[in-house]
């Protein structure tokens, strides 16, 4: 049976001290994943800025002067060679992000649903972040071979308005409805350091949990604040709020994949580990993210030695239920 989430409960979580909440996290990772395997991802982003919509956190957003320079649409021959590189890199999952309000129904969308198409007959997880999908185009998708899809619920429903004015909190719940209607796997999560409260904070997990089915993949972010964006001046997140965040979601979506997303430039060694020890098991690799650094693959690899972390296969997670 579905176990509901109060945000009383997820509060109770995310204040626990500090060792006793990692702790926890840390035992319920190892009741559902193997703590020596971290999924490594690339992200790619194959349609960059000009974006319509004002997140507030945005380096693509049109209306922001930022040091994004917009291109349109990558070839499908630069896509494959990127996912390539990336699947020899180590990477099983490859996620490509367009700065788009919506899919619209054109022949930039088609080439798309080739590029899908493509990287998943590599045998990569393919994942896109497009913005907004109708059932349509989810299906279509899905029939290319698409097996995850991101879209972000960023923050609080309460919070929300203050970093996006151009869509709504329901516009987001309706994406990932039309997702899961497709049976393509469901990836949101946030971003923290945007000047929400902590209970912004639960208030966000406490949404993510309590979707009718819960998503298979959380990525948690820490803001890279962009000159030029609106949240250019927020200062760094602290450590200690990442790994409360990862720990909390790892306790009550104790079957996804946690990912450590945007914000490892300025983290250590150490303050990763405290992250995987918390229950994140994903990175993304490469030197970019979509338009912002990222650590370098020889660092990431010194990281896994030194924590004699592996590399998780790809559609684990898919053969791991068809055997349970
Ligand atoms: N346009 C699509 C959308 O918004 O859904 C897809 C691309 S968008 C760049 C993907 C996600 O990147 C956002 O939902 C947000 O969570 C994250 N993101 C964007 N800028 C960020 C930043 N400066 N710091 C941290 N995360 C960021
Ligand atoms: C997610 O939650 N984080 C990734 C991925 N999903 C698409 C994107 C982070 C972007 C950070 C800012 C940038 O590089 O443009
Ligand atoms: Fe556009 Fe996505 Fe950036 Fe918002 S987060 S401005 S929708 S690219």
Partial sequence: MKHTWS????????????????????TIHRQHHDPQEVQVCTLLSIKTGGCPEDCAYCPQAARYHTHVKAHKLLDMNDVMQKATQAQEAGSTRFCMGAAWREVRDNRDFDKVLDMVKGVSALGMEVCCTLGMLTDEQALKLKKAGLYAYNHNLDTSEEHYEDIISTRTYQDRLDTLENVRNNKISVCS??????????????????????LPEQPESVPVNALVPVPGTPLEQQPKVPVWDMV????TARIIMPKAMVRLSAGRVRM???????????????????EQLLTTPNPEEHADKALFQTLNIRPR??????HSTQHA
């Fill in 7 to 26: 945000q009383e409960e997820i509060s109770q979580f995310y204040h626990l001290p500090f060792m006793e909440l990692v702790y926890q996290a840390a």
């Fill in 189 to 210: 999560g946030g971003i923290i350091g945007m000047g929400e409260t902590v209970e912004d904070r639960i208030g966000l997990l406490h949404t993510l949990a309590n």
């Fill in 268 to 286: 250590s060694f150490e303050e990763q580990a405290l992250c995987f020890m918390a229950g994140a098991n994903s990175i993304f690799s490469g």
């Fill in 313 to 318: 296969e790809a559609f684990k997670e898919a």
């Fill in 244 to 247: 409360r965040m990862i720990a």
